[in-house]
């Protein structure tokens, strides 16, 4: 009777803790190191090449998501009706043989006499003198009064206005400051010949720079793009000839930062111009699915949680039977497969009130090109996201006894570094700590959370193309290590147990916000 009575009191006290408990802990708790480990070893395997933008590799990634997705029962949240988000990735190539520069009867190849941005142009026009080619009206800097430039090569100098470098580009632009490009587009000049005694010395370098150009045609701007072209010192000498002011004083100008006067060379000197370039188009996919949330009036509004699911692909081989494939297994398979197991936690668990988004990015290797493309031309209704969760790195942890410098940084296995609430998002600081008081409880390093932080984080990962939107956002990060971006960043190096912990904190961070009442504060678009 008395035992009877002793486990009747111990179940009853175990109800009462089960009652106490939020309702996402039994969802999270079916996230576990054995399934990452599943996932990861194919993301992560020889298979798919390193997961390049774009390549099959990163096709079948997508594709192998995908399968999830359909099988667990997730809205498709891509484009018509999909799971996917298309980007148009065009490579401009210049055709060397064929570009050249003529001034009289002197012609410069690409690569000895001139190099240039692969934009197409066939033109013949007179050149114009416009100093830096920056203008700003509020202060009555116009080097382009009184001249034609329209059909014409703007000759400027490298470099930028006092002005300009003190006060940084984009807070140039915000106090009106116009750069020659834009002037150009807008004043109808054709091309720019900029000036550059550095890059004078190492055309050859620069030309294997130049020579291609890959753009997202979705991010493109409509206005065309402005031709480019920084000239030898034997193209510059053969532009001056005849000329009041010489080569050398143009050189001069630019390293003294004194701009001089504007002018338009002779008017019959021309210079032709022939960028020849070829044009190939390949494609990559964003993943978006959506768990909908429960609420009929808050199930429009969206948090959204992201990891990026390429790499940086395969390298090339210095000695025959070396490793150059670069399987990513952390960067970001950790995120991606992290992702994943979550996806499968909402789909089979409790429901929060708003909707969840799930996103698996492409590009972020090249310039968060798939987060940029999603914020630009969101699948959802930009304004409904209350909320960005951003997974990148979370697979590593630091060894005791480990004595590489380079690994110094990891966090320990029951520790992650969170970046985001400091610099931008303080209510989501909050309800993460206290969603891990409540649970695991693991260490949140804020070290990185810090405008003063040299490695710049906070401006480096997808979560930021979100950030520059106003939505409120929140990155995890298990730290730098030896094998970051090298082929030896493999499956067996990975924490799996403290992935997991990750994980379901994160998985408790989303079903909150999702779950709450009110939505976080918006983020200040300059921060």
């Given at each position: 009777?008395?035992?009877?009575?002793?486990?009747?009191?111990?179940?009853l006290l175990l109800g009462v803790a089960l009652a106490d408990r939020p309702a996402w802990m039994t969802s999270a708790e079916t996230i576990t190191p054995t399934d990452l480990?599943?996932?990861?070893?194919?993301?992560?395997?020889?298979?798919?090449?390193?997961?390049?933008?774009?390549?099959?590799?990163?096709?079948?990634?997508?594709?192998?998501?995908?399968?999830?997705?359909?099988?667990?029962?997730?809205?498709?949240?891509?484009?018509?009706?999909?799971?996917?988000?298309?980007?148009?990735?065009?490579?401009?190539?210049?055709?060397?043989?064929?570009?050249?520069?003529?001034?009289?009867?002197?012609?410069?190849?690409?690569?000895?006499?001139?190099?240039?941005?692969?934009?197409?142009?066939s033109l013949t026009a007179q050149p114009v003198y416009v100093g830096y080619g920056w203008t700003n009206h509020a202060q009555s800097i116009d080097p382009y009064k009184g001249?034609?430039?329209?059909?014409?090569?703007?000759?400027?100098?490298?470099?930028?206005?006092?002005?300009?470098?003190?006060?940084?580009?984009?807070?140039?632009?915000?106090?009106?400051?116009?750069?020659?490009?834009?002037?150009?587009?807008?004043?109808?000049?054709?091309?720019?010949?900029?000036?550059?005694?550095?890059?004078?010395?190492?055309?050859?370098?620069?030309?294997?720079?130049?020579?291609?150009?890959?753009?997202?045609?979705?991010?493109?701007?409509?206005?065309?793009?402005?031709?480019?072209?920084?000239?030898?010192?034997?193209?510059?000498?053969?532009?001056?000839?005849?000329?009041?002011?010489?080569?050398?004083?143009?050189?001069?100008?630019?390293?003294?930062?004194?701009?001089?006067?504007?002018?338009?060379?002779?008017?019959?000197?021309?210079?032709?111009?022939?960028?020849?370039?070829?044009?190939?188009?390949?494609?990559?996919?964003?993943?978006?699915?959506?768990?909908?949330?429960?609420?009929?009036?808050?199930?429009?509004?969206?948090?959204?949680?992201?990891?990026?699911?390429?790499?940086?692909?395969?390298?090339?081989?210095?000695?025959?039977?070396?490793?150059?494939?670069?399987?990513?297994?952390?960067?970001?398979?950790?995120?991606?497969?992290?992702?994943?197991?979550?996806?499968?936690?909402?789909?089979?668990?409790?429901?929060?009130?708003?909707?969840?988004?799930?996103?698996?990015?492409?590009?972020?290797?090249?310039?968060?090109?798939?987060?940029?493309?999603?914020?630009?031309?969101?699948?959802?209704?930009?304004?409904?996201?209350?909320?960005?969760?951003?997974?990148?790195?979370?697979?590593?942890?630091?060894?005791?006894?480990?004595?590489?410098?380079?690994?110094?940084?990891?966090?320990?296995?029951?520790?992650?570094?969170?970046?985001?609430?400091?610099?931008?998002?303080?209510?989501?600081?909050k309800i993460l700590e206290q969603v891990n008081h409540q649970y695991l409880r693991l260490h949140l390093n804020p070290r990185y959370d810090d405008p003063n932080d040299p490695?710049?984080?906070?401006?480096?990962?997808?979560?930021?193309?979100?950030?520059?939107?106003?939505?409120?956002?929140?990155?995890?990060?298990?730290?730098?290590?030896?094998?970051?971006?090298?082929?030896?960043?493999?499956?067996?190096?990975?924490?799996?147990?403290?992935?997991?912990?990750?994980?379901?904190?994160?998985?408790?961070?989303?079903?909150?916000?999702?779950?709450?009442?009110?939505?976080?504060?918006?983020?200040?678009?300059?921060?």
């Open positions: 009777m008395k035992r009877a009575l002793f486990v009747g009191f111990w179940l480990q599943a996932h990861l070893e194919f993301i992560a395997s020889d298979a798919l090449e390193g997961r390049d933008t774009p390549s099959r590799g990163l096709d079948l990634a997508g594709m192998y998501i995908v399968s999830h997705l359909k099988r667990w029962g997730l809205k498709p949240g891509g484009e018509n009706g999909t799971y996917y988000q298309t980007l148009t990735i065009r490579t401009d190539r210049v055709n060397l043989e064929s570009s050249v520069v003529r001034i009289g009867e002197q012609t410069f190849r690409y690569g000895e006499g001139f190099v240039a941005r692969a934009v197409p142009l001249l034609d430039v329209r059909d014409k090569v703007l000759v400027v100098l490298g470099g930028f206005p006092r002005p300009v470098a003190q006060l940084g580009l984009e807070r140039a632009e915000a106090e009106g400051w116009i750069s020659p490009e834009e002037n150009a587009l807008r004043r109808g000049a054709r091309a720019i010949l900029r000036i550059d005694p550095v890059l004078m010395e190492r055309l050859d370098r620069q030309s294997r720079m130049w020579a291609r150009r890959r753009v997202v045609e979705e991010l493109e701007r409509d206005e065309p793009a402005i031709p480019v072209l920084i000239p030898s010192r034997k193209l510059l000498d053969a532009l001056c000839q005849g000329e009041e002011v010489g080569a050398e004083e143009l050189v001069q100008r630019v390293q003294s930062g004194e701009a001089g006067e504007p002018f338009a060379f002779r008017a019959n000197k021309r210079l032709q111009i022939e960028l020849a370039v070829e044009t190939t188009r390949e494609y990559a996919r964003n993943v978006i699915a959506i768990v909908e949330g429960r609420d009929p009036a808050l199930k429009n509004e969206y948090v959204v949680v992201g990891a990026h699911l390429d790499h940086v692909g395969i390298g090339t081989p210095r000695q025959p039977g070396e490793d150059v494939i670069f399987n990513g297994a952390d960067d970001d398979g950790s995120g991606t497969v992290a992702l994943l197991e979550m996806a499968e936690a909402f789909a089979h668990g409790a429901r929060p009130r708003r909707s969840v988004l799930f996103i698996w990015h492409v590009g972020e290797e090249k310039g968060l090109w798939g987060s940029r493309l999603f914020t630009e031309k969101p699948t959802v209704p930009l304004q409904n996201i209350i909320a960005q969760v951003n997974i990148d790195m979370i697979g590593r942890s630091r060894s005791p006894g480990d004595q590489n410098p380079r690994n110094a940084d990891l966090s320990a296995p029951d520790e992650i570094y969170v970046i985001g609430p400091k610099l931008a998002s303080p209510e989501l600081g490695e710049r984080l906070y401006y480096r990962s997808d979560h930021y193309s979100y950030a520059r939107k106003g939505i409120p956002v929140i990155f995890f990060f298990s730290g730098l290590h030896e094998d970051y971006h090298r082929p030896s960043d493999h499956v067996d190096k990975i924490d799996f147990e403290k992935m997991a912990k990750v994980t379901r904190t994160v998985f408790g961070l989303v079903w909150t916000l999702a779950e709450q009442e009110t939505r976080p504060a918006r983020v200040k678009v300059a921060q």
